[in-house]
C-alpha cells in the first residue's frame, strides 16, 4: 500500500511514519516528489493496518494496491469456477436458468410452476419458506412447509431447488430439502449466516447487498470460502441509486468485472433488479448478453394473485417467451442452457 | 391507497381492478379523471396488497397513502418517547452522549477511555467485543472477554455500556453484560436479531442502515417494538451515495424528519458517518444543532495503534473539545447533556 | 393530483384546499379514508400546480398521477419515432452504430479512424471539436479545426458526423459542419442550448445527465421538441452512484423503459457508460440485447496516447470484434444494424 | 501519480510503462512488491496524463497523489478567502445570511420580503430573474423586469442582491442589476458561464452539482478563479442519492471538508437542500454549527401562492424564528451575523 503524506509534512512525521511501516514487518519504501512524500509499503500484508496507518501524524490518507479477497480471486485461480448440481450448471460454456415464485405459497402453486418451468427449459427451480419481509406485518413465508413443497416440486420434475435460508439457526434444516442455499441482498453481511451456509457443503448462492462494493461482495464470498467450501455462485440483483423507477438498479456491467477479477460464477437477478414484470425479460437477456452465467427470475401462475413479488413475476407464458428469446442470445454468444444431468422424468 | 390505471385502460379493467379491492375488504372509490381513471382505496389495510394490484391489469401504478409503520408512528404516540437506563437520558430535552472505543482490545485501554469519557461529560460508555468485519482476515472481537472488560469499566465509572450484537444466539450472553444492545448497519434487516434483542427489554440502539430508507427504518423499529419492548433508539450512521471523500454521507435532515413522524428518540454517529476524525466534532455539533437526541462517537487512547477504526477516532483531548462544544450547542437549543441519575463514583 | 391532508388535518382546512384545487381551474374531489382524506384534483393541467398545493395548511403530501412531459410521450404518439440522417438510421427494426474518437485530434487519426470505422461496419461517425473538460488546464478541443477535419472524414467516407456542441452560442458554427448534434451529460439542463439545438432542425442526440431522473430526461427533450424538431434520440451514458469500480453505473433497464413511455430512439452509451474498454463490447452487446435503437462507442488508433478516454477507447481491432457480436445480437433480436442510404464510396 | 502494473505484467509492459512516464517528462521510480511492481511518476505535471496512462499495456490502474485544482487549495493559500460586497461578507468569522423568493414575482413580493429580510437581520437578498425550470411549461422567471424590482429592493434596504444567471449571453445584462452572480447547480459545469461570471469580477456564488464530486466543484471554482476573479462562494445545496424523503440530501460534513482543503468561503442552502420548509431552520442552525460561512434561504410572503418552490420556502415569521436560532448558533461558535458596512437606511 501506499502512505500518502501531507504536503507540510515534517521529517519526523515522515521517519515515524516509516518506522510505523516497518513495525508492521513491512518494507517502507520513502519517495520523496516535488509537492509531496509517499511512503510505499512493500510485503505480503494486505489491508488490515491501513486504517490504523491513515490516523498517524502528517497522514494525507493510505492507498491500497493489493485486492482485499484472497481465494476468489482470478489471480490465485485463472480457470472459472463451474458450479455442478443436478440439473444445474453455471459458468463457463454453461448457462443456469432459475425460475420459480417468491413464496411458496401452495402445493398446486408449486407443482404446477415448477412443470411450467421445466417445460420451457429452466434448469433449476427457486422459490422461498423463509421470506425476510421489511414490514412485520407481511406474510413471512410458510418455513418448513414450504421446504416439503418444494422437495415435492423437485421429486415431480427433476429439477434441483434453490431457497433462501435467512438465520443460522435454520440452515441445518433448509439444507435438509435445498439443493442450494440462497443468501439474500439483505444478509449479504450476515457472517454467521456466511459461514454456517458454507459448513453445509451444498452449492451458495450469494446475492450482492442494495449497497454492496464488488469487494465487499467477493469478501463476503470469501467467508464462504474459507470454510473450504468451493461452490459459490455470485449474484447481482441491483443496487440502490436515486432512480426511483425501477425497483433497484441492475448494473450489468457487474459481470464482466467480476469475471475480470474472480473465478466464481455470476448470476444476474432482473426481477428484482428492475421491479416490473415488462422489464424482466428484456435484461434477462441483456444480462446473457453481458456474460452472466446464470439468470433468476421470479414466475407465477397468477402473479395478481401472488402473496408476495407479484407485481415483479411472469406469467407462465411470459416465461415462455423469455426463455426462447434468452436461448438465441446463448447461442450468438457460443453457451448453452441446458439441463446438467439426466434427470427423473416427470 | 391510490390505484392508477393506464391511459388506455379498458372499462372491463377498470371493473376488475374495483372487483379486486373490494375482494381485499376495502372500499373501491373510482375517480374518472379527464386522462386517466384512479381508483382510490380506502380501509384498514396498508401496504400489503399494494404489490399484488400493481400487477393487475390495466394498472399503471400503485400510490401508497398511509405509511406502513404503527407503533413508532408519532400519529399514533404524540409525545416523545425518552429512554433512560442508567447513566443515560435521551430524548426531549436530554441528549444522550456515548462515546468509547470501536473495539475492546485491553483492560488498560477499556478503563483509561472509559475514565476519560466519564471525565468529559459523556453519559454512556460504547464499545464493540462481537465485531462484524468486512473482511474474514479482519480483526473479529475479543467476545466474551470483552464484555467483562465492558462491565469492569461500567464498575469503575457508573457509566452504563452500549455494545453491539450481531447474531441472535449471542443475544442473551451480550444482555448478561451489557445494558443497551446496538444493533449494527449491516444487521438492520435481521429480523431474527430484531425480535431477540427486543425480548430481552433492554433498550435497543437500532443503526439505520447504509441503503436503509426511512421507512424501513421505521420498519425495522416495529420488529422490536411489536415485542413488546418500547426502548428502541434510532441511529443515523450515514448512507452509502456517490460521494467517496467521506466513508459514508451523512445526511443531518434525516433528524428533524424522523421527529416529525417517530416518537422514538434519533441519535447521530459521526465517526461511521464520516470515516475521518478531522470531520467529526463540526458533524456531532451540527448533529445537536438538528435536533439530535444523542451522539455516539468512537474515542481511543491512541488511535494510531487501534485494531480498528483508528482514522476515525478521537483523541481523549479531542473528545473533551468536542464536548465542551456540544454542550455550548445544547444550551443554545435549550436542552442538556447530564448523567441520568447519580452514579457510583470511581 | 392527489393532495393527500395530513392525519390530523381540520375540516377548515380540507376546505381551503379544495378552494386551492377549484381556483386552478381543476375539478376537486375529496375521499374521505378512515384514516386521512385525499382530494383528487382532475383537469388538463399538470405539475406546474403541484408545489405551491404542498405547502398548503394541513397537507401531507401532492401526489401526481401524469407524466410531466407531453410531445415526447408515447400515449400521445404510439409509433415508434425513426431518425434517419444520411448513413445514419436510429429506431425500430434500424440500429445505428456511432463510433470515433473521444477528441478531434489530428487529419491522419480523424481519417484513419473513420475508415475503420466504415470497415467494421459501423453507420456514423463521432468525434469532439468543442470538448466540456472537468478541469481548465485540460485539453479543451481544436474547435473549428476539428470540425473542418470531422467533415473531411465524412467526405471520405460517407458516414455522417455527430459532435457536440457545448455552448449556445456555438450552435451555429457547429451545425455547418454536423449532421447530427450531441448534447453531453453536464449540459442536458443547458435550456439555452437545447432550445438553439432544436432550432437548427438537425437530429439531435441528447445524453441524459449523470443524476438525472426519466422524467427529467424527457422533460429536457421536450425542451427541443417544443421548437418543432421531431428528430431527438435520447442517449444513456450512465448514472452517478456508489459504485467506483466503474466510471458511471449503466442501468440498462432504461432502454425498455423508456420504450413504455416514449416514442423516441434509445442510443447507449457504454464507453462512458462503464470507463474501462474491457467492459465496453459486453455492454455494448447488453445494450442492444436491452433493445437499445443505438450504440455510440470510444474509437481511436492508439488509445494509450489519446488526449482524452484512452482507457475508455477501443483499439480498431476490438471494435471489429465488438461490431461483429452485436450483429449477431442484432438478427437475434430481428434488427438491422445497416447503412441506411447509399452512400459516396471511398 | 502511482501508476499500479498488474500482477501478471511482463518486464517489457513495465519498461514500456517507465518510458511513457519518462516521456511526459516525468521522474519514473519503479517499486517492485511481493506482488506487484508499481511505477511512481513524480514530477509538476498532474492528473492531464493520468487517463491515457491507463490504458497502457500491462497497467491495472493509475492513483493520483495530488489534488487537481491548484489556485482554490489552501496549500497554496492558507488563510481563508473572506468576500465582503456591501452589506454581505462570507468568511472567517463572519456568517452571510441571504434570503428571498424562489423566483421575483411582483413589486410587492419583492419589496415586502426584503423589508422582512432586512428586519430579521438578513444580510443579503436572493431572487431569482432568470429561472431554469426543469419543464419547458414552467414559469421561466420574469427576466430584466425582476432584474429591476430587485435592484429597487436593493434601493429600498440596502441589502445586496445575489441573482441567478443561466446563460453566458446573459450575463452582462445580469451583472448590471446584480451585486453577486449566482451560478445554479445545473449549470456547475457550464464552462462558458463559469467564465463569463468570473470576467464581470462581482463575487460569484458557485453551487455543487446535484451528483458533482468535491473535485469537480473545486475544478469548476477554479474555471472562475482562473479568470482573474478572487471571490468564489462555494454552495452545498445537496446531492442526488437514494433518498425519497428530502427533494435532495445535505451532507454537511462537506463543510468542514471544504474548509480543509480550499480558503473559499461554503455556504449552505437548507431550502434546496431538503425541499421541505419544516426542514429548513433545523438544517440552517445544523450548517452554521458545521462551520458553514453562510446560509441561503427561501423567504415568501405566502408560500402557498408562490409561482415556485413554495413548500420549501420559509413565511416572513418563520424566517424570523430561524435567523434568531441561527444568532444563537453563531454566538455559540464565536462567529457572528452583521451587516458587513454601514447601509441605507430604508
Same mark, same amino acid.
Given at each position: 500500500?501506499? =502512505?500518502?503524506?501531507? *504536503? !507540510?509534512?515534517?521529517? #519526523? ?14 518494507? &517502507? ?20 493496518? *491501513? ?6 501524524? +502528517? =497522514? ?12 476468489? $480471486? *482470478? ?5 472459472? /469456477? ?16 432459475? %425460475? ?34 421489511? $414490514? ?7 418455513? #418448513? #412447509? ?20 435467512? @438465520? ?11 439443493? =442450494?442455499?440462497?443468501? !439474500? ?12 451456509? !458454507? ?20 469478501? %463476503? @464470498? ?5 470454510? !473450504? ?14 432512480? $426511483?423507477?425501477?425497483?433497484? /438498479? ?11 477479477? /474472480?473465478?466464481?460464477?455470476? =448470476?444476474?437477478?432482473? $426481477?428484482?433488479?428492475? +421491479? ?7 435484461? @434477462?437477456? &441483456?444480462?446473457? %448478453? ?33 426463455? %426462447?428469446?434468452? *436461448? ?19
Amino acid at each position: 500500500m501506499i =502512505v500518502v503524506m501531507k *504536503r !507540510g509534512a515534517t521529517p #519526523e512525521e515522515i521517519q515515524h511514519m516509516i518506522r510505523r511501516v516497518e513495525e508492521l514487518g513491512l518494507k &517502507a519504501h520513502p519517495i520523496y516528489g516535488t509537492e509531496r512524500t509517499v511512503i510505499a509499503a512493500i510485503g505480503e500484508k494486505r489491508d488490515e493496518y *491501513r486504517q490504523s496507518l491513515e490516523s498517524g501524524p +502528517g =497522514v494525507a490518507e493510505v492507498v491500497p494496491i493489493l485486492a482485499p479477497y484472497k481465494v476468489a $480471486s *482470478r489471480e490465485v485461480k485463472p480457470e472459472s /469456477t463451474v458450479v455442478r448440481c443436478g440439473s444445474l450448471a453455471v459458468g463457463n460454456s454453461h448457462i443456469g436458468m432459475i %425460475a420459480g415464485p417468491c413464496s411458496v405459497e401452495s402445493e398446486e402453486q408449486m407443482i404446477s410452476t415448477a412443470r411450467a418451468v421445466k417445460r420451457a427449459g429452466g434448469t433449476a427451480l427457486r422459490g422461498g419458506a423463509f421470506k425476510p419481509r421489511t $414490514s412485520p406485518y407481511a406474510f413471512q413465508g410458510m418455513k #418448513e #412447509e414450504g421446504l416439503k413443497l418444494l422437495a415435492a416440486a423437485r421429486e415431480e420434475t427433476g429439477l434441483v431447488v434453490v431457497t433462501e435460508v435467512v @438465520a443460522a439457526e435454520d440452515t441445518d434444516l433448509v439444507a435438509r430439502y435445498a439443493d =442450494v442455499l440462497q443468501i !439474500g441482498a439483505r444478509n449479504m453481511q450476515n457472517y454467521r449466516l456466511l459461514e454456517s451456509a !458454507g459448513q453445509t457443503h451444498k452449492p451458495v448462492l450469494l446475492k450482492r447487498g442494495a449497497a454492496a462494493t464488488m469487494d465487499e461482495l467477493l469478501l %463476503a @464470498a470469501e467467508y464462504i470460502l474459507d470454510t !473450504g467450501n468451493p461452490n459459490v455462485m455470485l449474484c447481482e440483483r441491483g443496487i440502490r441509486t436515486f432512480e $426511483s423507477h425501477t425497483r433497484f /438498479t441492475l448494473p450489468l456491467a457487474s459481470v464482466p468485472y467480476l469475471h475480470e477479477r /474472480t473465478h466464481l460464477p455470476v =448470476v444476474v437477478d432482473p $426481477s428484482h433488479g428492475t +421491479g416490473h414484470s415488462s422489464l424482466v425479460t428484456p435484461m @434477462a437477456c &441483456a444480462a446473457i %448478453a453481458a456474460g452472466a452465467d446464470g439468470v433468476i427470475v421470479e414466475v407465477h401462475p397468477n402473479p395478481e394473485m401472488a402473496l408476495s413479488d407479484g407485481y415483479q413475476s411472469l406469467t407462465f407464458e411470459q416465461f415462455g417467451h423469455m426463455m %426462447a428469446l434468452c *436461448r438465441k442470445m446463448a447461442d450468438a454468444m457460443g453457451r448453452q442452457i441446458t439441463i446438467n444431468e439426466s434427470v427423473k422424468k416427470p
